[in-house]
């Protein structure tokens, strides 16, 4: 029996998204679980799942469309199996937006790409170019000229496969590196550019000022020792390969998510005349990304071990560095950490990511001179601070809640037992 696959809630804010690319095509079998579709929301480019299995009957909308949440995207059934009318209505009835006019043809599914006849420009004509974080990521590593590439994707965005396409056919021609005179200025252009935000900073925007404006932040600073830290990372490394060594950042975050069950009004959303205690510790890492900003959310941190959090956190960075979060890589956080350390940040604080009621601000750990036993000797501190919800919770509580963490950052043990 034909069923109809809607476009599903990615967040609990989500309210459309663009569906950037089919994976599979009408008539092509498809099992429960393979990706269907890649679709844009404001936080990142997803891959879609189907929730069932059979053969792609019909695509209800054209990539390149704004679907609204739960409107009809395509339809999964049997092999020559008629799509009746009710389904076949349904579609009618979902019309959502285009970037195409009534007039224009809709592109085909799967154009071949076509490469412009033109000069090799500059290598910063390829950061003006519209193309896909992954698109872009893959053309930088290969060093290829994006503005020679005719993308197939929604609005002629270029996408993964035509860049993997230029590459097989060997027609673009590579960027040349030319170094250029100490003396020789960089500057090319003196006019003002206006940029389009994308959604993703559409997204920022709108949640940082909602977040700023709304919710009545106050700031606890707190220095740790990291010596013990750093001592106990060097020995468990020499023991692990090099794609599973264990970072500073994955001491903190057990740290922190074993000191939230200590203090569960931490790892709380605030809700209007009532603040919900999450029964579950799920530690969100903010990721820098192309144009923004991630937050990654790791399930169960208190529960797993330091070796087992390190390899999740690796593959949901690298999934979004690519543009290729799952839905549950992004969704369920209930309370967010922000690292800067490998910035070179003695200390900031961060905005605290709403429906959430904390967020902590990590700095750099740093070797700096200390006064031990009236002794001035090297040591390794790290400055972080906590920013919390008043409505949700008060100095007090927040300070208690950053001594613990340090209990557990200075006796590092604690968390391997």
Same mark, same amino acid.
């Given at each position: 029996?034909?069923?109809?696959?809607?476009?599903?809630?990615?967040?609990? +804010?989500?309210?459309?998204?663009?569906?950037?690319?089919?994976?599979? =095509?009408?008539?092509?079998?498809?099992?429960?679980?393979?990706?269907?579709?890649?679709?844009?929301?404001?936080?990142?480019?997803?891959?879609?799942?189907?929730?069932?299995?059979?053969?792609?009957?019909?695509?209800?909308?054209?990539? $390149?469309?704004?679907?609204?949440? /739960?409107?009809p995207?395509?339809?999964v $059934?049997?092999?020559? #199996?008629?799509?009746?009318e009710?389904?076949?209505?349904?579609?009618?009835?979902?019309?959502?937006?285009?970037?195409?006019?009534? +007039?224009?043809?809709?592109?085909?599914?799967?154009?071949?790409?076509?490469?412009?006849?033109?000069?090799?420009?500059?290598?910063?004509?390829?950061?003006?170019?519209?193309?896909?974080?992954?698109?872009?990521?893959?053309?930088?590593?290969? =060093?290829? +000229?994006?503005?020679?590439?005719?993308?197939?994707?929604?609005?002629?965005?270029?996408?993964?496969?035509?860049?993997?396409a230029?590459?097989?056919?060997g027609?673009?021609?590579?960027?040349?590196?030319?170094?250029?005179?100490?003396?020789?200025?960089?500057?090319?252009?003196?006019?003002?550019?206006?940029v =389009?935000?994308?959604?993703?900073?559409?997204?920022?925007?709108?949640?940082?000022?909602?977040?700023?404006?709304?919710?009545?932040?106050?700031?606890?600073?707190?220095?740790?020792?990291?010596?013990?830290?750093?001592?106990?990372?060097?020995q468990?490394?020499?023991?692990?390969?090099?794609? #599973?060594? *264990?970072?500073?950042?994955?001491f903190?975050?057990?740290?922190?998510?074993?000191? *939230?069950?200590?203090?569960?009004?931490?790892?709380?959303?605030?809700? $209007?005349?009532?603040?919900?205690?999450?029964?579950?510790?799920?530690?969100?890492?903010?990721?820098?990304?192309?144009?923004?900003?991630?937050?990654?959310?790791?399930?169960?941190?208190?529960?797993?071990?330091?070796?087992?959090?390190?390899?999740?956190?690796?593959?949901?960075?690298?999934?979004?560095?690519?543009?290729?979060?799952?839905?549950?890589?992004?969704?369920?956080?209930?309370?967010?950490?922000? /690292?800067?350390?490998?910035?070179?940040?003695?200390?900031?604080i961060?905005?605290? /990511?709403p429906?959430?009621?904390?967020?902590?601000?990590?700095?750099?750990?740093?070797?700096?001179?200390?006064?031990?036993?009236?002794?001035?000797?090297? $040591?390794?501190?790290?400055?972080?601070?906590?920013?919390? +919800?008043?409505?949700?919770?008060?100095?007090?509580?927040?300070?208690?809640?950053?001594q613990?963490?340090?209990?557990?950052?200075?006796?590092?043990?604690?968390?391997?037992?």
């Open positions: 029996m034909a069923e109809t696959i809607n476009m599903p809630k990615l967040g609990f +804010d989500m309210a459309e998204g663009v569906l950037v690319r089919w994976v599979k =095509q009408v008539g092509e079998q498809i099992n429960k679980g393979d990706v269907l579709a890649e679709i844009e929301t404001d936080k990142a480019t997803v891959e879609v799942e189907s929730p069932a299995s059979g053969v792609v009957l019909q695509f209800i909308v054209e990539q $390149g469309d704004v679907v609204p949440v /739960n409107a995207i395509a339809i $059934g049997e092999a020559g #199996e008629v799509v009746g009710q389904l076949s209505a349904s579609s009618g009835q979902s019309k959502v937006e285009s970037g195409k006019s009534a +007039d224009e043809k809709p592109l085909p599914t799967q154009p071949a790409p076509a490469f412009a006849p033109q000069a090799v420009p500059s290598s910063d004509s390829s950061s003006l170019v519209k193309a896909s974080p992954l698109a872009k990521k893959i053309a930088k590593e290969n =060093q290829l +000229d994006l503005s020679r590439i005719q993308g197939t994707g929604p609005n002629g965005r270029i996408v993964r496969k035509d860049v993997e230029a590459l097989a056919s027609q673009i021609s590579k960027i040349e590196s030319r170094p250029s005179p100490v003396y020789a200025s960089r500057i090319t252009n003196y006019e003002d550019e206006t =389009q935000l994308t959604k993703l900073r559409q997204a920022i925007a709108r949640r940082m000022t909602e977040s700023k404006t709304s919710v009545p932040h106050f700031y606890v600073t707190h220095e740790y020792k990291m010596d013990a830290v750093i001592a106990m990372r060097k468990i490394n020499e023991y692990l390969p090099d794609d #599973e060594k *264990l970072s500073v950042n994955d903190i975050v057990k740290a922190a998510a074993l000191s *939230l069950r200590e203090f569960p009004n931490l790892n709380a959303s605030f809700a $209007g005349d009532k603040v919900i205690c999450h029964g579950a510790v799920n530690v969100g890492i903010a990721v820098a990304v192309e144009n923004g900003l991630l937050t990654i959310a790791h399930k169960d941190t208190d529960q797993k071990s330091m070796r087992q959090i390190s390899g999740e956190i690796k593959g949901m960075v690298a999934r979004a560095r690519e543009g290729k979060v799952k839905p549950d890589d992004i969704e369920g956080s209930t309370f967010s950490i922000s /690292n800067l350390g490998m910035y070179d940040v003695e200390n900031f961060a905005i605290v /990511n429906p959430e009621a904390a967020i902590l601000a990590v700095g750099s750990a740093r070797e700096v001179p200390v006064v031990e036993n009236g002794e001035i000797t090297p $040591g390794w501190r790290m400055k972080a601070t906590i920013s919390v +919800d008043h409505r949700v919770s008060d100095g007090a509580e927040a300070a208690q809640f950053m613990k963490l340090a209990e557990f950052l200075e006796n590092p043990v604690r968390m391997l037992v």
